[in-house]
């Protein structure tokens, strides 16, 4: 597995970006009408999958990382109880919601195995690495 440089070249990353695209353009048509509560709970949660993905990364150390890639996760499975209010309360059709749920399945899977590869390997992280 080659050594990732940068948090935007993590694929979870870069699919839970594209995620937060999607739930922005739904809020930004009117989607969710004047439901202020759920519209800042669907940007919080998605934007925390991606933004505690890169903050873990950025703290340059595997365990703080495996433990970010936990919130990531975490915040996936809000953002799927998210969707199911949406759906309910007639915000999203249902292939929307489909498509949406999809997604964040397939991300909080590829942040699990993440997790799981971290687990096993002896990569300690940069920060790890620094001489006082």
């Not at 009117?30 to 949660?45: H, V």
């Not at 109880?81 to 309360?89: E, K, P």
């Not at 390997?121 to 790890?128: M, Q």
């Amino acid at each position: 597995m080659a050594t990732i440089k940068r948090f935007e070249d993590i694929e979870s990353w870069k699919m839970a970006k594209e995620l937060c695209s999607i739930i922005g353009k739904h809020i930004d048509e009117g989607r969710f009408k004047r439901n202020y509560r759920l519209i800042d709970q669907l940007e919080g949660s998605s934007g925390s999958i991606m933004d505690n993905i890169a903050e873990g990364f950025e703290r340059g150390t595997k365990g703080e990382f495996m433990l970010f890639l936990g919130y990531a996760k975490g915040s996936a499975g809000e953002l799927r109880s998210q969707l199911y209010r949406a759906l309910n309360r007639g915000y999203i059709k249902q292939d929307e919601f489909d498509t949406l749920f999809n997604l964040v399945i397939k991300i909080s899977g590829l942040l699990q195995k993440f997790i799981e590869y971290l687990l096993k390997t002896n990569i300690s992280g940069s920060r790890k690495n620094l001489k006082p």
